[in-house]
């Protein structure tokens, strides 16, 4: 069955596969018409233009954890947060990040005019010795000829584990990588732990030369790595709560979260400033909408670190506060013109309360949200608390994705609006003051059929 046939057929309030595929829109059940009605109180109020402005401003730069870049996002989200009227806390945290320091070569007493890139984790050293040409750096490849020298390797075929640790294993003193065929740059290379020798990436043309060079002589080379190591940066998550209705408080939480942070050098429209961008058009319109459920509207920082900001959040969560949350909904990258479909994805690939929400305001405001399986966002270290959590992003992604061209041009209002109307709709569906406890919920909307979707990102 098509989505769209399916959809018509959930929006008529009735199980797909026991319905004709007659069935008109005059089949609205009592409940789905009273639905329709507490769906608008929420999403009539979602400005599109709104929500493009967010994005426009946020991002005109990288907003990289730990950068100024950040610290000016979270200002602009704590103002807006402020100015529909929260309360709004600025959680700071700390993360590691690696920084390569200095690093210098040169070549028979030659500086090196290229600007060596340090391995990810090498160590502090400066060493001088012959070099030694070892091809790929497999086991085979390289004898004890390395010993006591510095190691010239090709990139590729093998890891930079098994290269480094191989030339140690020979009694090399130090590293130089050069990079694989059709790969430019030299922003690559990692060492491990007890991996103590020096290690530094060089481009193809630099290592090609250096290869032909030794054919004709001894090269003596000096490697130096001078102040790298990690260095302690500090991110924020921001948090703006909405108190439930005095009288009407069902003691639960409803968690919506996205991400404010990108990568370097990424102006992150879609990643994820779209998902910013929703969640403050969420947080503004129902700072005036009477809820009996506790509204905590987040955005975390250093998501693209390794999700360190939920994380943080989340790990910082009394259990009392994690007995009360029954959703955490994340938007992610929620604006794409050049996406697919939403999907809903929860961590280990199962239907959840989220999920069952988002399906079921899917079908009543668009059309019906599958659900698949994926990590990889900010809905993980709540699903690790047991809170029901899923991930909403469209799929499969866009070129764009963690490049310098995810900018505003590539937004689509259509896509911004509508995801932000289903999530709108499914948080208000358990937050509004008449569905006391999910189970008795007076005008609840029946359940929906949906599949998994196990497309390829
Ligand atoms: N928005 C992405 C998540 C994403 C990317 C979901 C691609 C689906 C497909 C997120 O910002 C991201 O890039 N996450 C990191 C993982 C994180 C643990 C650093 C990723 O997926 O590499
Ligand atoms: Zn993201």
Redesign the pocket.
Known sequence: MSRKILTFVLAAGLVASSVPLTATADNHTPNENADHAFDNKVIKKIDADRMYNHIALLSENPREAGTQGEYKAVQYIKNEFESYGYDTELQPFTFQEWDGGTSTLSFNDQAFSGDPHTFNGSVNASVQAPLEYVGLGSSEEVGSDVEGKIALIERGSYTFYDKVQNVMDKGAVGVIMFNGENQSGNHFGYTYDEQDIPAVAITREAGLKLVERLKTEQVTTTLTVKNAGTIDKTSYNVIATKEPHKKKDNGQIVMIGS?HDS?AGGPGAN??ASGVSAVLELAKIMAKTPTDTELRFMTFGA?????VGSYHYANSLSQEEVDRTVAQFQM??VGSRDAGDLIMFTPDGQKNLVTDLGAAAGARVAEVVEYGQ????DHVPFFQRGIPAA?F?H?P?EPW??SPQDTLDKISKEKLKETTEIVGAAVYQIARPNTPALENAEVAPGPVHYEFDDRP?
């Not at 994926?374 to 966002?377: F, K, N, Q």
């Open positions: 991400h990568v990643d994820d998501e693209e670190k390794g999700l992610d990258m994926l990590g990889r966002s991930l992003i799929a992604l994705y963690h990102l």
